[in-house]
C-alpha cells in the first residue's frame, strides 16, 4: 500500500470512562481509551473495563470535553478549605445502618 | 463439579475468589452457569447421540474460539484486541461446558489417558482427539483473513449460533438448557459487535468496503453447511433436547438481511464447498485448515499427558 487514507493516520479522539460498580452509588472514573465515536466507546469500555464483573453502567466523555483545574491553581483553589474542619459533619452521630457515607 | 445427588455445584465464590469475597472492590458476585442444576440424562434420548451433539455445539465453540484468540497482539489496536480475546473467552467457556456435558453423557467418547493422567475429560476431549474426531461445522476452520474476513465470519457464526442457542434454551435436557441460557447473553454481544463493525466497515472508506465485500464469499461458502442437518441434529430435536439447524435457516436469514440492508451491501449467492467424501465437518470431514490447528493447540498437552496445569 503507498497511500494510507487520512483517516487511518489519525488516532481515534480519547474518551474517560466513567463505571458504577454493583455495591457503588456513583460512577467512578477508570481509565481511557480510544474510539471512533460514542457507540464505540461504550462498546470498548464494556469490553476493556468491565470483563471482571466491575460494572452495571458506564459513561463514555470525550477527553476534550472535560474541564479540568491546572496543578498551578491548587493553592487557590484547595488550600483555603485545610484549616475549615468544621465543614465536616462531625458534631452528628450516624447510625449504624446507613451506609455509604 | 457433579455431587452424588446428580446435581452441580458452585465452585465459584469460595474457590475462585480465595475465600473472603469482600477482599475486593470490583469484580464480585460471579455465578456458576451451572450451580444448582439437574445433571440427569433426559428420558427418551440415546446418550451417544447428546455427546455427538453436545460435540458437535463444543466443537464449533471451541475451534472458532482459537481462531479468533489467534488475534491476540495483532488486532487493528488495543481495544479491538482486547473485544476479540474476550469474544473468544465467552466461546472457550461455552466449550468448555459442552464438552464436559458430552464426555459425561457418554464416557466412551474421551479418548484413553495414560494411568494416573490429571487431564480432565472436557480437556482430553480437546487436546487428545485426532482430527477426522472433531464434529465442528467447517465455517470456524479457515484462516482468520483479514479483520474483514474476521468481522464477516463473525456476523455469521453468532447469528447462527445465537438463533440455535436461544431455542436451545428451551432444552429437556437441563445442563443444555442452562449452558444455552448462558450463552444467549455472550453470543448476542458478538453479533452487536460483528454488525457494528460489518455497518463501518461497509459504510467507512473505499478501502474498508472493498474489503468487506471481498471477505463475502469465502466466508459465505460454507453458509449452506450451517443450515443442513445432520441425523443426529435430527433425532435430538425430535427428542425436545436439540436443535435442527434448519428450523433457524429463516430467522437467521432475516437478520443477516437487516444488516446487508442498513450497510448498504447487496447479498449474492455464492458458490457453495459441498460434502466431501459425503460428509461435512459434522461428520468429521474436515478443511486441511484444522489439522494445522490442532497441532498447535494441541501439541503443548499431547507432549505432557501427565502434566498438571
Redesign the interface.
Known amino acids: 500500500m503507498s497511500e494510507v487514507p487520512e483517516m487511518v493516520q489519525d488516532d481515534w479522539p480519547l474518551y474517560e470512562i466513567f463505571v458504577r460498580g454493583k455495591r457503588g452509588l456513583n460512577h467512578v472514573h477508570v481509565g481511557s481509551l480510544h474510539a471512533a465515536d460514542d457507540e464505540m466507546a461504550l462498546r470498548h469500555a464494556r469490553d476493556v473495563y468491565t470483563r471482571r464483573n466491575e460494572g452495571v453502567s458506564i459513561w463514555a466523555v470525550r477527553s476534550d470535553a472535560i474541564a479540568a483545574s491546572s496543578p498551578d491553581e491548587k493553592d487557590p483553589l484547595f488550600a483555603p478549605a485545610n484549616d475549615k474542619v468544621y465543614r465536616h459533619p462531625t458534631f452528628y452521630s450516624i447510625p449504624d445502618d446507613v451506609p455509604h457515607m | 463439579m457433579t455431587t452424588e445427588s446428580g446435581f452441580h455445584d458452585s465452585v465459584y465464590d469460595e474457590d475462585l475468589l480465595g475465600g473472603d469475597a469482600s477482599h475486593w472492590?470490583?469484580?464480585?458476585?460471579?455465578e456458576d452457569p451451572l450451580a444448582g442444576v439437574d445433571t440427569t440424562i433426559p428420558d427418551g434420548v440415546d446418550p451417544e447421540e447428546l455427546a455427538a451433539y453436545c460435540l458437535m455445539l463444543g466443537d464449533d465453540a471451541l475451534i472458532y474460539s482459537h481462531r479468533l484468540s489467534e488475534w491476540c497482539s495483532r488486532a487493528p489496536?488495543?481495544?479491538e484486541d482486547?473485544?476479540l480475546a474476550?469474544i473468544a473467552l465467552d466461546l472457550l467457556g461455552q466449550a468448555r461446558l459442552l464438552l464436559a456435558r458430552a464426555a459425561a453423557a457418554s464416557p466412551a467418547v474421551v479418548p484413553a489417558m495414560p494411568e494416573g493422567s490429571p487431564v480432565p475429560p472436557e480437556d482430553a476431549l480437546a487436546f487428545f482427539r485426532p482430527d477426522a474426531q472433531f464434529r465442528s461445522t467447517r465455517l470456524v476452520e479457515p484462516d482468520n483473513g483479514d479483520f474483514a474476513v474476521t468481522i464477516v465470519r463473525l456476523l455469521l457464526f453468532s447469528t447462527w449460533r445465537l438463533a440455535l442457542l436461544e431455542r436451545l434454551a428451551s432444552s429437556r435436557d437441563q445442563v443444555l438448557a442452562a449452558i444455552a441460557a448462558k450463552g444467549v447473553k455472550e453470543v448476542t454481544?458478538h453479533r452487536?459487535?460483528a454488525g457494528?463493525w460489518f455497518l463501518?466497515l461497509a459504510q467507512?472508506?473505499d478501502?474498508s468496503r472493498s474489503r468487506l465485500l471481498a471477505a463475502l464469499p469465502p466466508v459465505f461458502a460454507f453458509h449452506e453447511e450451517l443450515f443442513t442437518d445432520h441425523p443426529v441434529e435430527t433425532s435430538v430435536a425430535a427428542a425436545g433436547v436439540g436443535v435442527a439447524p434448519s428450523d433457524v435457516a429463516a430467522e437467521v436469514a432475516v437478520i443477516l438481511e437487516q444488516v446487508f440492508s442498513v450497510s448498504g451491501v447487496e447479498r449474492h449467492d455464492v458458490p457453495q464447498i459441498g460434502p466431501v467424501a459425503g460428509g461435512t465437518g459434522r461428520d468429521g470431514r474436515h478443511t486441511e485448515a484444522l489439522s494445522h490447528l490442532l497441532a498447535e493447540m494441541q501439541s503443548v498437552a499431547r507432549a505432557h499427558p501427565l502434566g498438571v496445569w
Open positions: 472492590a470490583f469484580g464480585t458476585s460471579f489496536d488495543l481495544e482486547i473485544a474476550n454481544y452487536d459487535y457494528r463501518t467507512g472508506t478501502e
